[in-house]
């Protein structure tokens, strides 16, 4: 699913991921949670990519016990990302700035999901997040 950024088309996508989950019989919790994790991946890559194609790209992948949540977007990786070897972000890169209010989007999201890794490609930033059917 490509969505343009902006305008808030995030809702869009997590109207469909909240379809795709229910069809998969998640619990009505867990299903908020997944809705909100991918509405605050897609305003990060929104915030922080300067992607020429302003464009978010998202892919719902169905597993016997997991639903795979990727959304990509092309240009810069947030800040603190690590470099390209994939390790995603240090423990004091993980702690949100209080001060700026910036950096909670990341931690709310790891809190929400059962897995999240960042990985940079070769044209930006993709996020892959797990939840797994309970």
């Known amino acids: 699913m490509v969505?343009?950024?902006?305008?808030?088309?995030?809702?869009?996508?997590?109207?469909?991921?909240?379809?795709?989950?229910?069809?998969?019989?998640?619990?009505?919790?867990?299903?908020?949670?997944?809705?909100?994790?991918?509405?605050?991946?897609?305003?990060?890559?929104?915030?922080?990519?300067?992607?020429?194609?302003r464009k978010i790209y998202q892919r719902f992948r169905v597993e016997a016990d997991k639903l795979v949540i990727t959304v990509a977007s092309r240009g810069v990786a947030p800040a603190g990302l690590a470099s390209q070897n994939g390790e995603g972000l240090s423990a004091e890169q993980e702690k949100p700035d209080a001060k700026s209010r910036r950096g909670w989007g990341l931690k709310l999201i790891k809190t929400l999901m059962d897995e999240v890794e960042f990985e940079r490609v070769d044209d930006g930033t993709q996020i892959h997040m797990i939840k797994y059917r309970r």
């Open 3 to 53: 969505i343009p950024m902006g305008q808030d088309t995030e809702l869009i996508a997590a109207h469909t991921l909240e379809q795709i989950a229910r069809r998969l019989n998640f619990r009505p919790e867990a299903i908020n949670q997944i809705k909100t994790a991918l509405v605050e991946a897609c305003i990060n890559a929104a915030e922080h990519s300067l992607s020429p194609d």
